[in-house]
């Protein structure tokens, strides 16, 4: 459901004090809207100053729940509850957006297993409100641009390597991240749109293999309907190519297809933005967009590790 066309469309949000937070922030702001209210347990959420000053906060869901019927019974209701929380939290913090009369606009994951996404599509079907979620690569100009290149029609499959690598302290896994029944673990944490691009990029997903699932290592190998993939996922700075660790960088993104690298670093700043105006639009992404990332990150938590062949095993894979 399209939000009004007549005057700023209203958000709620929940999870403000996260990680993410700010760009969603950024994005309401940016595309003309108003935060009318906000939820988290942690009360340091100082930034909202810098954006909303005048929004609600809450720290208990269920006074937030109410305020988001109180407000639509006098007219004022949120048409979007973008959602920043903690990724279990997300399928309830949905729900809680739909029965209160707003679409959801989640972050990624937008939720842990695809059966969850199954259910929600019921709920939408209650409620007539829209679930969406944030899959940023889609909306990157340097991969729209190799996705309108790439061949539908061959019988080849591309050979592709995927390398992602963010430096994370001790804070990581002693929080909710690093505890996989909460987040997933780290395919589903930091990986999941990585899957979801290359699902965008190259059909679907028909093979499987894990190489290795730690705490702070992930790798493994996929076949896709255009193309055969190594990936790599890490949270260990360790595992920096020489040359970032040089720079002083702490983040390293590569891929490659048939060998030539796609440069992609840049022009991250303002994706969350882009979601959010082709969401507003009635383009954003859907329950449906999703589904393969999510069944696709499950698969990976849950299937045995297994050696890896020489010709799957990802030149960043040890021992």
Same mark, same amino acid.
């Given at each position: 459901?399209?939000?009004?066309?007549?005057? %700023?469309?209203?958000?709620? +949000?929940?999870?403000?004090?996260?990680?993410?937070? %700010?760009?969603?922030?950024?994005?309401?702001?940016?595309?003309?809207?108003? +935060?009318?209210?906000?939820?988290? %347990?942690?009360?340091?959420?100082?930034?909202?100053?810098?954006?909303?000053?005048?929004?609600?906060?809450?720290?208990?869901?269920?006074?937030?729940?109410?305020?988001?019927?109180?407000?639509?019974?006098?007219?004022?209701?949120?048409?979007?509850?973008?959602? !920043?929380?903690?990724?279990?939290?997300?399928?309830?913090?949905?729900?809680?957006?739909?029965?209160? @009369?707003? &679409?959801?606009? !989640?972050?990624?994951?937008?939720?842990?297993?695809?059966?969850?996404?199954?259910? +929600?599509? =019921?709920?939408?079907?209650?409620? @007539?409100?829209?679930? *969406?979620?944030?899959?940023?690569?889609?909306?990157?100009?340097?991969?729209?641009?190799?996705?309108?290149?790439?061949?539908?029609?061959?019988?080849?499959?591309?050979?592709?390597?995927? #390398?992602?690598?963010?430096?994370?302290?001790? *804070?990581?896994?002693?929080? *909710?991240?690093?505890?996989?029944?909460?987040?997933?673990?780290?395919?589903?944490?930091?990986?999941?749109?990585?899957?979801?691009?290359?699902? *965008?990029?190259?059909?679907?997903?028909?093979?499987?293999?894990?190489?290795?699932? #730690?705490?702070?290592? !992930?790798?493994?190998?996929?076949?896709? =309907?255009?193309?055969?993939?190594?990936?790599?996922?890490?949270?260990?700075?360790?595992? +920096?190519?020489?040359?970032?660790?040089?720079?002083?960088?702490?983040?390293?993104?590569?891929?490659?297809?048939?060998?030539?690298?796609?440069?992609? #670093? =840049?022009?991250?700043?303002?994706?969350?933005?882009?979601?959010?105006?082709?969401?507003?639009?009635?383009?954003?992404?859907?329950? &449906?967009?999703?589904?393969?990332?999510?069944?696709?990150?499950?698969?990976?938590?849950?299937?045995?590790?297994?050696?890896?062949?020489? &010709?799957?095993?990802?030149?960043?894979?040890?021992?």
């Amino acid at each position: 459901m399209s939000a009004p066309t007549s005057g %700023p469309t209203l958000f709620g +949000l929940t999870g403000v004090s996260g990680y993410i937070a %700010p760009r969603h922030l950024k994005a309401i702001k940016d595309t003309g809207n108003v +935060l009318t209210a906000a939820l988290d %347990p942690f009360d340091s959420v100082g930034i909202m100053d810098s954006f909303f000053p005048d929004a609600e906060f809450f720290t208990q869901p269920e006074i937030f729940e109410r305020y988001l019927y109180d407000a639509r019974r006098q007219g004022q209701g949120v048409d979007y509850v973008g959602i !920043c929380s903690p990724n279990y939290l997300h399928d309830a913090h949905i729900r809680m957006a739909l029965r209160a @009369g707003a &679409d959801a606009l !989640c972050e990624k994951p937008i939720v842990l297993n695809p059966e969850d996404i199954t259910a +929600l599509k =019921e709920v939408e079907e209650e409620t @007539g409100r829209r679930v *969406w979620t944030i899959l940023q690569l889609r909306a990157h100009a340097a991969l729209e641009k190799v996705k309108a290149e790439l061949s539908p029609s061959s019988g080849d499959k591309y050979d592709v390597d995927l #390398s992602y690598m963010t430096s994370r302290g001790t *804070w990581y896994l002693r929080s *909710w991240k690093g505890r996989t029944d909460e987040s997933g673990g780290l395919a589903t944490n930091i990986g999941v749109h990585f899957f979801d691009m290359l699902s *965008w990029l190259f059909g679907d997903i028909e093979h499987v293999e894990v190489h290795q699932r #730690s705490e702070t290592v !992930c790798a493994g190998y996929l076949e896709l =309907e255009r193309a055969r993939v190594r990936w790599f996922l890490s949270i260990d700075p360790s595992y +920096l190519p020489e040359e970032q660790i040089a720079k002083g960088q702490r983040t390293y993104r590569s891929i490659t297809i048939d060998g030539q690298e796609v440069e992609f #670093s =840049e022009g991250f700043t303002d994706l969350h933005t882009e979601v959010y105006r082709r969401t507003l639009a009635g383009q954003g992404f859907s329950l &449906d967009d999703t589904y393969q990332a999510i069944a696709t990150v499950a698969q990976i938590r849950k299937q045995p590790v297994v050696s890896a062949a020489p &010709d799957t095993r990802h030149r960043f894979l040890r021992g």
